[in-house]
Structure formats: structure tokens, C-alpha cells
T-cell receptor, first 109, second 115 residues
Framework: GQNIDQPTEMTATEGAIVQINCTYQ??????LFWYQQHAGEAPTFLSY??LDGLEEKGRFSSFLSRSKGYSYLLLKELQMKDSASYLC??????????WGAGTKLIIKP | IAGITQAPTSQILAAGRRMTLRCTQD?????MYWYRQDLGLGLRLIHY???????GKGEVPDGYSVSRANTDDFPLTLASAVPSQTSVYFC??????????????FGEGSRLTVL
């Protein structure tokens, strides 16, 4: 079966760095997405990786290793507004998205 | 630019009633999707449409139907609502191609409670 694993919840301190991991087992791979979802709101796009390596976008970076079925989202200089759920999603061989359950990130002052 | 508009934003419904959730996009995306989101579970795809006039079943299609008469609208119908359909429903769209799902743009969600 297809499976995406993320930690359920993480806590970090304002100003610090946090890494949210995502491992996947899917039938084929055609890209990995990270989305941010604030409580009660819609998910919004953060990043897309299709090749191995690190993609940097401001305070957020996303890394992919296809051979290991692994990705992480790195958030630097954490701000209170970064408190949200972070969703990992993989595009399978049929170009359909498979979603993880999301990681709830709690930022403490 | 409105993006994707869903209606209603919230609804309480008696079991057995018929309900249609509306979704309209103004981005001219070819693909549209309906997801449900339940606590502790990832987004689950109900139905999708890669282009106007075609629809497909997702992971959890039972009890739901969709239509795609034009590019902009993608309504989701619950023919006879049951309590297990209590959920938050998200409509999304993307510029889909056979080689790339494309970034999904989501509506604000419709919170449905079936009693």
C-alpha cells in the first residue's frame, strides 16, 4: 500500500530552527509537495521537490532523497505565525497526490 | 482575484437529506478536486476532474457524486447524508498535465455536520 509518515506534533521555540521529516512509500514517484495549513484555514503551497537535493525559499527549505524515500522541511528563525500544520504530499505513478496526516508545529515564546 | 470559492462555509444537515457543496474557480485551471479532511487523517480525495466533461473517483468516493459541466464549476453532491460524512470539505484546483500534478490551490473549506 501507499504510505506517508510524518510526526504528529512538534514543539519549537521562537527564533530557533526546526526540521519536519516525511518518509514515503508509494507506487512510483513524480514529485513531493509541502503545504502549510493554519488552524481553520485552507492548505497553502510551500515547496515542490522532484529532484534530489535542497530547495531554499527564504526561511523555508525542503530537502529530498528519492533513494531513501525521505524529505524534510526546514524552518529557520521561527516566528509565532509559523504555528500551523505542515502537510507532506507525494505524486504517485498515476500523478495523483497521496497526503500525509500532517505535523502540527507549536511555537513557544 | 477570488481564486476558489466554496459555499456554504458551514452547514448542519439532518441524516438522509441531500446536500450540494458548491465550488467555483476563476483561474481557468483544467483540474479540480474534492477532498475531505478529518482529524488525525490526511486529506482524502473524494472525486477529481482533469478537464471539463470528465470526472474520476478518488480514495473515498462512496456516497458522493460530482459533475464538471464547465471549467469553472465543480459541485459535490451527497445524495443521502450520513453522520460519517461529517467533515471539512476542501475544493481545490490545479494546472494539471500528464507529467505534473501542479500546485493545488484550495478553497476555504466547507464544514459539514450530519446529525
Amino acid at each position: 500500500g501507499q504510505n506517508i509518515d510524518q510526526p504528529t506534533e512538534m514543539t519549537a521555540t521562537e527564533g530557533a530552527i526546526v526540521q519536519i521529516n516525511c518518509t514515503y512509500q508509494t507506487s512510483g514517484f513524480n514529485g513531493l509537495f509541502w503545504y502549510q495549513q493554519h488552524a481553520g484555514e485552507a492548505p497553502t503551497f510551500l515547496s515542490y521537490n522532484v529532484l534530489d537535493g535542497l530547495e531554499e525559499k527564504g526561511r523555508f527549505s525542503s530537502f529530498l532523497s528519492r533513494s531513501k524515500g525521505y524529505s524534510y522541511l526546514l524552518l529557520k528563525e521561527l516566528q509565532m505565525k509559523d504555528s500551523a500544520s505542515y502537510l507532506c504530499a507525494v505524486t504517485d505513478s498515476n500523478y495523483q497526490l497521496i497526503w500525509g496526516a500532517g505535523t502540527k508545529l507549536i511555537i513557544k515564546p | 482575484i477570488a481564486g476558489i470559492t466554496q459555499a456554504p462555509t458551514s452547514q448542519i444537515l439532518a441524516a438522509g437529506r441531500r446536500m450540494t457543496l458548491r465550488c467555483t474557480q476563476d483561474m481557468r485551471h483544467n483540474a479540480m478536486y474534492w477532498y475531505r479532511q478529518d482529524l488525525g487523517l490526511g486529506l482524502r480525495l473524494i472525486h477529481y476532474s482533469n478537464t471539463a466533461g470528465t470526472t474520476g473517483k478518488g480514495e473515498v468516493p462512496d456516497g458522493y457524486s460530482v459533475s464538471r459541466a464547465n471549467t469553472d464549476d465543480f459541485p459535490l453532491t451527497l445524495a443521502s447524508a450520513v453522520p460519517s460524512q461529517t467533515s471539512v470539505y476542501f475544493c481545490a484546483s490545479s494546472d494539471w498535465s500528464p507529467q505534473n500534478t501542479g500546485e493545488l490551490f484550495f478553497g476555504e473549506g466547507s464544514r459539514l455536520t450530519v446529525l
